[in-house]
């Protein structure tokens, strides 16, 4: 069974600091796919940054990049200069295989102090 | 473009009563999926639609809880004798192709609330 772990609950950042959102895996199948979203109290869904399993570089997009290490089943979320609207609470989520669901953690609620 | 859009964006029933929930995925994407997640978790899969078929429909809860999609767009979620726990909200998501990578998009979702 595939599953992710999300261990803090909660997260706090001073505004233009970077900040780290952990995620660890489990699988055990060679090609899966890494997701980040970000929901804002509106509850939407926005996607935030993706990395293969055979990806050989770290997933980059803005201001966020993926800290991929795939020995060690992590795949955490390093989001830099932080904004107030970042505040929001962050999901991990795990794609394994063509047309598999999404399986999401537990979620990161980040609160940015100005 | 359009995004995923959702109905009703809110839905209060009584206990016992049927509801249906209704997704409209952007055109032209074929795969098509439903979550659910209640108050301050995580997401929770229920069916995926390739087209008009369901090849996983592993994460529907009940036999309470069913699902179709019509001419490879529209799709409904339908709970017949709603509980309580089923209060919770209803998200839907689309994605162009069913690969590994194929990023997922999610519609506002419904709030279903069952007195």
């Known amino acids: 069974a595939q599953k992710i772990t999300q261990t803090q609950p909660g997260m706090f950042v001073q505004e233009k600091e970077a900040v780290t959102l952990d995620c660890t895996y489990d699988?055990?199948?060679?090609?899966?796919?890494l997701f980040w979203y970000k929901q804002p109290s509106s509850g939407e869904m926005i996607f935030l940054i993706y990395q293969g399993s055979y990806d050989q570089q770290n997933a980059t997009e803005g201001r966020y990049s993926l800290n991929f290490q795939k020995a060690r089943k992590s795949a955490n979320l390093v989001i830099s200069a932080s904004q107030l609207g970042d505040s929001a609470m962050y999901f991990c989520a795990m794609k394994r295989g063509s047309g598999s669901r999404l399986t999401f953690g537990e979620g990161t609620q980040l609160t940015v102090n100005p | 473009g359009a995004g995923v859009s959702q109905s009703p964006s809110n839905k209060v029933t009584e206990k016992g009563k049927d509801v249906e929930l209704r997704c409209d995925p952007i055109?032209?994407?074929?795969?098509l999926y439903w979550y659910r997640q209640r108050l301050g978790q995580g997401l929770e899969f229920l069916i995926y639609f390739q087209g008009n078929s369901a090849p996983d429909k592993s994460g529907l809860p009940s036999d309470r809880f069913s699902a179709e999609r019509t001419g490879e767009s529209v799709s409904t979620l339908t709970i017949q004798r709603t509980q309580q726990e089923d209060s919770a909200v209803y998200l839907c998501a689309s994605s162009l192709v069913p690969a590994v990578g194929s990023e997922q998009y999610f519609g506002p979702g419904t709030r279903l609330t069952v007195t």
């Open positions: 699988t055990s199948d060679p090609s899966y796919g």
């Open positions: 055109s032209g994407h074929t795969a």
